[in-house]
């Protein structure tokens, strides 16, 4: 087991900001979680777990405790039954390349996802989600290790109470406590079905695309994603910063008269955040060396930010002129490493 001292945070995020971290180890077999853990508890000091960094924020203070950065890789095909596939992966598989085996395999249940940037094993953490489909409609299982008991299990879908960008495992008072080793999904043979989420609709028909398999559907969003996301290893950014807003049925109705556009998805009403910052004019303005996407007006991009300092600044700015313009208050979505 590698043990490195006194890292930047900065070159573990995609954001590219924050301090030193005391430790940092990469996790390559299941075998070293335990003993990292052991390190962190000899020492008297947290753990916290990374995978590629891309929904992350340091702190200029850096992180007085061990990272762990899970680089557990492999990917199973662990039932083939009919129609219907159980698929496991380990918890450091980037996710692009895992949702790009299952698209040559014929395998629909994650395509829209392709492209989002981080590993599998964020996937459950964040449940992350794209252009109509999201990480629990997937998932069956994953397997964690436990650091109170100090043991490796299985969760099932259920108990990981999965919403909107929440889970057990960065929500509530199980936050921090798991690492995950591997993720079982299901999926099946077959394709999606039109109409489908509004931008790759608009790409469907413009291109007039018909062959809807899980590899064509995986073609068409990397390249609605290409012209509207940037790539995160050429300008540095957190993917989508601000969560969409959710609204009930009797909000619905007082949005719409003032303007506001809403959309229906799985079943709940919601506003686009990016929406809201396009509508206020701010797509392609910086704020304290952060910049607007003049591309997606959700994604910020550090252009010239230096510190934690300056992003906090910008995000104070934006979040005001929000609030303002139509009494909405942002939230932020990617998560950040705490000092200690």
């Not at 960094?53 to 992180?63: L, M, R, S, V």
């Not at 979040?319 to 990617?334: A, C, V």
Request: aromatic share 8%; net charge negative.
């Amino acid at each position: 087991m590698k043990i490195r001292e006194n890292i930047p945070i900065s070159t573990l995020t995609t954001m590219r900001l924050g301090g030193n971290a005391r430790f940092v180890i990469d996790i390559e077999n299941v075998d070293d979680i335990k003993e990292a853990y052991a390190f962190a508890e000899d020492k008297n000091l947290p753990v916290y777990v990374l995978g590629k960094g891309a929904n992350t924020i340091g702190h200029d203070e850096g992180f007085d405790g061990v990272i762990l950065i899970n680089k557990l890789r492999g990917i199973e095909i662990l039932k083939e039954e009919g129609d219907e596939i159980l698929l496991k992966g380990m918890g450091g598989e980037v996710w692009d390349d895992f949702v790009d085996f299952a698209c040559e395999k014929g395998y629909s249940g994650i395509e829209a996802m392709s492209a989002i940037p981080g590993t599998l094993g964020a996937a459950p953490v964040q449940n992350i989600g794209a252009y109509g489909q999201e990480a629990a409609q997937a998932i069956e299982e994953a397997e964690a290790f436990d650091s109170l008991l100090s043991e490796i299990h299985v969760i099932k879908k259920d108990d990981m109470k999965l919403e909107y960008r929440k889970s057990i495992f960065n929500s509530g008072e199980d936050a921090g406590r798991y690492f995950i080793v591997s993720v079982t999904v299901r999926l099946k043979r077959g394709e999606l079905k039109p109409p489908f989420y509004t931008s790759l609709q608009r790409y469907v028909d413009e291109h007039n695309e018909t062959d809807f398999s899980p590899k064509n559907i995986r073609r068409m969003i990397k390249k609605v994603r290409a012209n509207k996301l940037p790539d995160p290893d050429v300008e540095a950014s957190a993917g989508s910063f601000f969560k969409n807003i959710y609204l009930s049925d009797e909000e619905v109705e007082k949005a719409k008269k003032e303007g506001i556009l809403v959309w229906r998805e799985h079943g709940k009403n919601l506003v686009n955040s990016g929406w809201l910052i396009e509508e206020a004019g701010l797509k392609g303005k910086v704020f304290h060396g952060m910049k607007v996407s003049d591309k997606a007006a959700l994604i910020l991009i550090n252009e010239s930010a230096k510190s934690y300092a300056d992003l906090a600044a910008a995000r104070a700015e934006i979040i005001k002129i929000i609030e303002d313009k139509f009494s909405y208050k942002l939230e932020q979505e990617p998560v950040e490493i705490p000092e200690r």
